[in-house]
């Protein structure tokens, strides 16, 4: 088999249209479809080919990548495509969709012949971009042949979890994952809205911390772009954020474990999208901290 594929993306937000540009790069045939066209037609300058409706952009594909909002979304997109995919093509399924829907979605690609690779990335916009995003595999062996270009394309690494997609075993550690980057850009939103409420500089935070144990990379990027206003484009947007946190409690409440974090984290990312700060970065919960809008200044 040629390493250069053809590959139908669904789902062209941040992290899908990131990954179609990368693919591009990297020599494949690409096609995309989104449900707001205009979120994809901007790829067209990229080489890639903007469908219509999802059958279109799937017809005599070798790979479907999905990128979409949540599990139900993905079940729906993949039925609309169904009628054009042909049994034994590879679907590489990255939406951060959930334990329960994983079953569903597994259950469509064997009612379809499709192999299922439960895929889900880590990253943000920016390593999506430079096609450097950690891919968390889990499917069957006989045809990784055709995903690995395709997760090589995308990613710089690729952790397989196991060999059974339907299993969900990728899901699952992109869960835990997620809980410690929420519960992380929290913590960083309250630290700065208690600084401003006491009156302390956040400089003064950062300092104390410099180079110790407590110094995070990750906490100084994330504070910085509420200190400086860089909410947009968002690197991870609130509402998805919000989502995640969301599957994230219910995959807890399903194992009997209470997390309490992912709760409130789920709960602030929520107040912060009413606020109307749903597009902006997801450390822009900063402002679930006060009832009255105000800059972060």
Same mark, same amino acid.
């Given at each position: 088999m040629t390493d250069k594929l053809t590959v139908s993306v669904l789902g062209t937000g941040i992290m899908g249209a990131a990954m179609a540009r990368s693919l591009a790069r990297a020599g494949h045939t690409v096609r995309a479809w989104n449900?707001?066209?205009d979120r994809a037609e901007p790829l067209a300058a990229d080489g890639v080919r903007v469908a219509a409706d999802p059958a279109e952009a799937v017809e005599g594909t070798d790979v479907v990548l999905t990128m979409l909002y949540d599990g139900a979304a993905a079940l729906d997109v993949i039925r609309q495509a169904a009628p054009a995919l042909r049994p034994g093509v590879a679907w590489v399924q990255s939406t951060t969709a959930g334990i329960e829907a994983i079953d569903d &979605? *597994? @259950?469509l690609a064997r009612e379809h012949g499709l192999l299922f690779y439960d895929a889900p990335v880590l990253g943000t916009r920016q390593p999506a971009e430079a096609g450097q995003l950690t891919v968390l595999a889990a499917g069957p062996v006989e045809g990784r042949a055709a995903v690995t270009p395709v997760f090589d394309a995308v990613g710089a690494r690729t952790v397989w979890t196991g060999e059974d997609g339907s299993a969900g075993t990728a899901t699952r550690l992109k869960l835990v994952a997620n809980s410690w980057v929420i519960a992380a850009t929290a913590a960083t939103g309250e630290v700065l809205? &208690? @600084?401003q409420a006491l009156g302390v500089d956040p400089a003064s935070f950062f300092e104390v911390i410099a180079d110790g144990p407590l110094d995070m990379g990750y906490l100084r990027a994330k504070a910085g772009l509420v200190l400086d206003g860089r909410l947009s484009p968002p690197q991870f947007a609130v509402a998805t954020a919000a989502k995640d946190a969301r599957l994230i409690v219910e995959a807890g409440e399903r194992s009997g474990v209470r997390l309490d974090v992912a709760a409130a984290s789920a709960e602030r990312l929520s107040? @912060?999208?009413?606020?109307?700060? *749903?597009?902006?970065d997801m450390v822009a @919960? %900063? %402002? *679930?901290?006060?009832?009255e809008p105000r800059s972060a200044g």
């Open positions: 449900r707001s066209r &979605l *597994a @259950a809205a &208690l @600084a107040r @912060a999208a009413e606020q109307g700060h *749903a597009d902006e @919960a %900063y %402002y *679930a901290s006060f009832d």
